[in-house]
């Protein structure tokens, strides 16, 4: 199984809702990414969990929280979010093989529109 | 700072012709080096990837790429394109042993029959 799922596939919300995106791999890869896709532009990294502790934040605003319950989830907490932030949010998951590379497989992404 | 330059922004190609898409990068490590494709509508898939040995390397679909190290360089090739390889196409760039992933702004090919 080499495969990323992630639910929604899509999300509306206004500015004042709370939601959540999640994302789920059965792969037994240690490190989980969050990213965020604009049309026509390439992905850009927010999160990385390492071992299920955050690794990485890219300066991401605090309306976007995430959360690594455990190796094989990771969520993503929306609260207050802009207009602006409408866009297809990317999970991605690697393993280490050993060697120092990390090839990354991405789920299909949540396309979120806020309203 | 690191960055992934993609020279093409958009290529128009009809079907049969060859492809070349350029990829720079700027870092001065060890590097692993990834093309992905987007085809519309669908998830990105890794494409083909280098990390050691022999500079030229094969991946799906008939695409193959070649890593120039003197020139920073991962240009993607395919001899003959199909209207099916009408795609979003991104280089990438991780520096050795990191978890993080550069991608260049992508370059858009649409093939036509």
């Known amino acids: 199984d080499t495969e990323v799922t992630q639910t929604p596939k899509h999300l509306v919300m206004g500015m004042t809702n709370k939601k959540s995106l999640k994302c789920e791999q059965h792969?037994?890869?240690?490190?989980m990414y969050w990213y965020k896709q604009k049309a026509k532009k390439p992905p850009e990294l927010m999160f990385v969990?390492?071992?299920?502790?955050?690794?990485i934040n890219e300066s991401v605003p605090s309306r976007f929280s995430p959360e690594c319950p455990n190796s094989s989830l990771l969520n993503l907490h929306l609260h207050a979010l802009q207009p602006e932030d409408s866009a297809l949010y990317l999970c991605?998951?690697?393993?280490?093989?050993?060697?120092?590379?990390?090839?990354?497989?991405f789920g299909p992404g949540t396309r979120l529109t806020v309203t | 700072a690191q960055s992934v330059s993609q020279h093409n922004h958009h290529v128009i190609l009809s079907e049969a012709a060859s492809l070349e898409l350029g990829c720079n990068y700027s870092?001065?490590?060890?590097?692993?080096l990834f093309w992905y494709v987007q085809y519309p509508g669908q998830h990105l898939q890794l494409l083909l990837k280098?990390?050691?040995?022999?500079?030229l390397v094969k991946g799906i679909k008939g695409f193959e790429a070649e890593f120039i190290k003197s020139k920073f360089s991962f240009n993607l090739r395919k001899p003959s394109v199909q209207w099916s390889d009408t795609a979003e196409y991104f280089c990438?760039?991780?520096?050795?042993?990191?978890?993080?992933?550069?991608f260049g702004t992508g370059t858009r090919l649409q093939v036509f029959p």
């Open positions: 991605a998951s690697s393993q280490d093989s050993g060697t120092g590379v990390y090839e990354q497989y």
């Open positions: 792969m037994g890869h240690r490190a």
């Open positions: 969990y390492s071992y299920e502790k955050l690794s």
């Open positions: 870092y001065g490590g060890t590097v692993n």
């Open positions: 280098y990390f050691s040995g022999d500079p």
């Open positions: 990438a760039v991780s520096p050795y042993n990191t978890d993080k992933l550069i």
